[in-house]
């Protein structure tokens, strides 16, 4: 069905797509979830990174101040002992420049503070270091770099507050991305879920279509089928009928022929004898067209007539045998054909002792399950054809063989006689047609018959042959014979 | 006078649609030497009037021999075998049936109807005189019952 074809095609190549849009889709949400990921994660390290910049820079204002505070003390108290805090309080300084310069390490920007930072820091070390001066001039100089620190810082601050914004709303704009990307890997999966449920769904029906009309097919063929065997069984019966009639009513006139013939016979020895003894008589009173009418054109004319309706009596006598072979009941049953064949040989023996004839059975032969009448009849009709057709004055060679071919049987009977003109394989089979020099008895009724009756046991009948080469003819047969009719017993 | 007669004389009953053949059979019955009468039918119809209803016919008159042809053109002569031999006054009357077929099923039919002879009719003429006058010599021994009494 070239229709159902062309849909299934369609189908394949539809649902291929929509596989290979599935499968893009899964792999395009896969790695845009890996990078967006990786991205995110890039950005959430960013900004911690940027809150440990802050969280330094407040570090290092506390340092600032605590320096500025200790230096404030020790020149207010003018101890020694407060000369071990403004220590701390200087490395404290020193430690946390050094770890803000280490953590901008990537930012120009910042890094381009950093030396004005140590250099104001060294500057209110250094302030811190000396002597002790007048509490408000000291004060004040110490007051100042830290206010410029102080300041350094807030910008920093200030510039890591925008990095914090930007990086944030990076991030946001990824988990936005990220989002949408999975919100149409989610709207594509449907879509091609969708579509390819309908094309299944579609063509589903279509196959269920298909199905229901070839069942419909299926079973108006079965019914064609039946009708067209009935019709042929009816027009064989028929055959088999008018055959058999027509033989039956032409042997009827033919009695008539036949008998009136032997009439006039009867009748031309009286006028035979009736002649001779006028002859002897009145030799005078007699024309000799008379005598030639008589003598000759009388018997010649009855002789034609004799020998015809003899012919077409036999010829009738065929027709009726085949017809009768087409109607008599076919008894199948297990035969061992080694048993059959000896049988038919058995019953031949006198036609095969007259030839001298050699026959030869290739036991075993294959068990075959069919009508012993009909094999018997077609292995007695083709030995008696190889009996019958020698090569010269030469005595017959026949070998019976037989195979199994899987579910069939193979019986041949091959001779070394004069062999058949491959032209005429299949006219030999035809009935009344003969084949070769006619130079032995027959009306071409064997073979016809052999063939009408594998043809009836469900089989067929081969030949292979060649002038002056022998002839082998093989009967074919399922080796179960099973009625056309009735079903196969076991 | 006519009881008297009838005992002793069979009449032959042909039933035989083809004139021809009834000529061969009758000539040859005669070449036979048989003299008796033959009453020739030439369809099924006549024959089973003649048979059953006739004043001189096998059931109201003398003993016959049927010979019957079982290719009639009007029925078949098996449903006149059969008529006969279901007639108790004609079922011991002798019935040959001569006809074409050599059919064995149509055969063993009719001598299981009753049949007592079953002839095909050669085409082999010699054949068929052989049988006619054998059929004859089968009149002369055979011994018809007196189907009146």
């Known amino acids: ?490 | 006078m006519t009881t008297h007669q009838t005992h002793h004389s069979v009449t032959i009953i042909m039933i035989e649609d083809d004139e021809g053949h009834a000529l061969l059979i009758e000539k040859n019955i005669r070449r036979a030497g048989i003299s008796n009468e033959i009453v020739h039918l030439s369809n099924g119809h006549d024959a089973l009037e003649f048979i059953f209803n006739a004043p001189q016919g096998p059931l109201h008159n003398g003993p016959a021999l049927i010979l019957l042809d079982l290719n009639l053109p009007d029925m078949s002569g098996i449903d006149i075998l059969t008529k006969i031999k279901s007639e108790e006054h004609l079922r011991r009357t002798p019935v040959v049936v001569l006809t074409t077929t050599d059919d064995k099923h149509e055969i063993e039919r009719c001598y299981d109807l009753g049949c007592n002879v079953y002839i095909t009719k050669p085409v082999n003429y010699e054949n068929f005189a052989a049988a006619i006058r054998q059929l004859g010599l089968f009149l002369s021994v055979i011994q018809v019952p007196d189907a009146g009494l």
Do not use: C
């Not at chain 1, 190549?13 to 994660?41: K, P």
């Not at chain 1, 030396?115 to 004040?140: K, S, Y």
């Not at chain 1, 008696?384 to 019976?400: C, D, F, H, V, W």
């Open chain 1, 1 to 490: 069905m070239p229709q159902g074809q062309a849909a299934q095609r369609r189908f394949r190549r539809s649902l291929m797509r929509f596989m290979g849009l599935g499968f893009a889709a899964l792999l395009g949400v896969v790695i845009s979830a890996g990078v967006l990921m990786a991205m995110n994660q890039r950005q959430t390290r960013l900004i911690a990174h940027t809150y440990q910049v802050q969280s330094q820079i407040i570090a290092l204002r506390l340092a600032s101040t605590r320096l500025v505070a200790a230096n404030l003390r020790r020149n207010q108290d003018l101890t020694i002992e407060s000369e071990g805090p403004l220590t701390a309080a200087r490395t404290q300084l020193d430690q946390s420049i050094a770890r803000l310069a280490m953590l901008t390490a990537d930012n120009p920007r910042q890094q381009a503070r950093i030396p004005l930072l140590t250099a104001i820091a060294a500057q209110i070390e250094v302030q811190a270091g000396l002597p002790v001066q007048g509490a408000l001039i000291t004060g004040a100089l110490v007051d100042r770099p830290n206010n410029l620190i102080f300041r350094i810082t807030r910008a920093m601050q200030t510039h890591e507050d925008q990095l914090l914004a930007y990086r944030s709303a990076r991030q946001h704009g990824i988990e936005r991305g990220f989002y949408i990307a999975l919100g149409l890997t989610g709207l594509l999966l449907v879509a091609m879920g969708t579509l390819t449920f309908t094309t299944i769904q579609t063509y589903t029906r279509e196959i269920d279509a298909q199905r229901q009309a070839l069942r419909m097919a299926n079973t108006g063929l079965e019914a064609a089928v039946q009708e067209r065997t009935a019709e042929l069984k009816r027009a064989n019966s028929e055959i088999q009928r008018f055959a058999y009639i027509v033989s039956h009513d032409l042997r009827s006139p033919l009695v008539n022929v036949m008998g009136f013939t032997a009439e006039m016979e009867t009748a031309t020895r009286t006028l035979t004898s009736l002649l001779d003894k006028a002859q002897e008589e009145r030799p005078d009173t007699i024309a000799p067209a008379t005598v030639t009418i008589i003598r000759e054109d009388l018997p010649e004319a009855i002789r034609f007539i004799r020998t015809s309706t003899e012919k077409m009596d036999r010829l009738i006598n065929a027709i009726l045998r085949l017809s009768r072979l087409g109607r008599r009941e076919i008894a199948p049953e297990w035969l061992d054909m080694d048993t059959v064949v000896q049988g038919v040989i058995d019953t031949l023996h006198m036609r095969i002792e007259e030839t001298g004839a050699q026959v030869e059975i290739a036991s075993p032969l294959p068990r075959i399950f069919s009508d012993r009448m009909g094999l018997e009849q077609m292995i007695a009709n083709l030995v008696e054809n190889a009996l019958k057709y020698g090569a010269g004055a030469a005595p017959p060679q026949i070998r019976i063989a037989g195979r199994a071919v899987g579910e069939h049987i193979e019986i041949s009977v091959a001779d070394q006689g004069r062999g058949i003109d491959p032209r005429d394989h299949e006219r030999v089979f035809d009935l009344f047609r003969r084949s070769g020099q006619q130079d032995r008895p027959g009306e071409g009724i064997g073979l016809a018959h052999v063939r009408a009756l594998a043809y009836r046991l469900d089989g067929t009948v081969t030949l292979d042959s060649a002038l002056g080469k022998g002839a082998i003819f093989t009967i074919h047969l399922p080796r179960h014979h099973s009625g056309s009719q009735s079903s196969p017993q076991p």
